[in-house]
T-cell receptor, first 111, second 116 residues
Framework: DGGITQSPKYLFRKEGQNVTLSCEQNLNHDAMYWYRQDPGQGLRLIYYSQIVNDFQKGDIAEGYSVSREKKESFPLTVTSAQKNPTAFYLC??????????FGPGTRLTVL | GESVGLHLPTLSVQEGDNSIINCAYSNSASDYFIWYKQESGKGPQFIIDIRSNMDKRQGQRVTVLLNKTVKHLSLQIAATQPGDSAVYFCAEKRRMVTGGGNKLTFGTGTQLKVEL
């Protein structure tokens, strides 16, 4: 069963903590992306990776970090420097010039 | 259509009617457009796409129209069903200036409500 998986579905964080969101794909896609979605708004790009061991900042990278050690995996760490981390986080992947396909999302709440 | 801010525009239609969801895009250099459907608490689901060298594309019960002159995109859903109730986003794709790859820029979305 091919696709993109994200875990956990819900995540709670205390202020000052770093948390890591998982994103895995078995579609053999080279490119992977992380977006943030706030209520009533569109998606905003946090980071993206075109190929293993390479990634670039998106529009709102401050307070986030990523790694791309394997083609299948693109974890996102939300650090304590992110001032307003409560949001719905979406991971996507694509063949370079093709449509982006999204995972089911992780809802992060700061307590 | 699309709007800025926290309040999503809403389109209410009767079951069986046709729905038309509109989107204005910003960049004349965008060469590829995508419509996504997002149900509550889920990730966006690809519906249909269109390249800038086309003005119309049809799928199953859906049609996308592209008017490059006025930078306008629309999604038409035929015989709307209760399962079509969701938020619909348009996205425009452009090559990123630095770092390579493609960037999707999303509108804020339109909430489609299907009334029985």
């Amino acid at each position: 069963d091919g696709g993109i998986t994200q875990s956990p579905k819900y995540l709670f964080r205390k202020e000052g903590q770093n948390v890591t969101l998982s994103c895995e794909q078995n579609l053999n896609h080279d490119a992977m992306y992380w977006y943030r979605q706030d209520p009533g708004q569109g998606l905003r790009l946090i980071y993206y990776s075109q190929i293993v061991n390479d990634f670039q900042k998106g529009d709102i990278a401050e307070g986030y970090s990523v790694s791309r050690e394997k083609k299948e995996s693109f974890p996102l760490t939300v650090t304590s420097a992110q001032k307003n981390p409560t949001a719905f986080y979406l991971c996507a992947s694509s063949i370079e010039t093709d449509t982006q396909y999204f995972g089911p999302g992780t809802r992060l709440t700061v307590l | 259509g699309e709007s800025v801010g926290l309040h999503l525009p809403t389109l209410s239609v009767q079951e069986g009617d046709n729905s038309i969801i509109n989107c204005a895009y910003s960049n004349s250099a965008s060469d590829y457009f995508i419509w996504y459907k997002q149900e509550s608490g889920k990730g966006p689901q690809f519906i249909i796409d269109i390249r800038s060298n086309m003005d119309k594309r049809q799928g199953q019960r859906v049609t996308v129209l592209l008017n490059k002159t006025v930078k306008h995109l629309s999604l038409q859903i035929a015989a709307t069903q209760p399962g079509d109730s969701a938020v619909y986003f348009c996205a425009e794709k452009r090559r990123m200036v630095t770092g390579g790859g493609n960037k999707l820029t999303f509108g804020t979305g339109t909430q489609l409500k299907v009334e029985l």
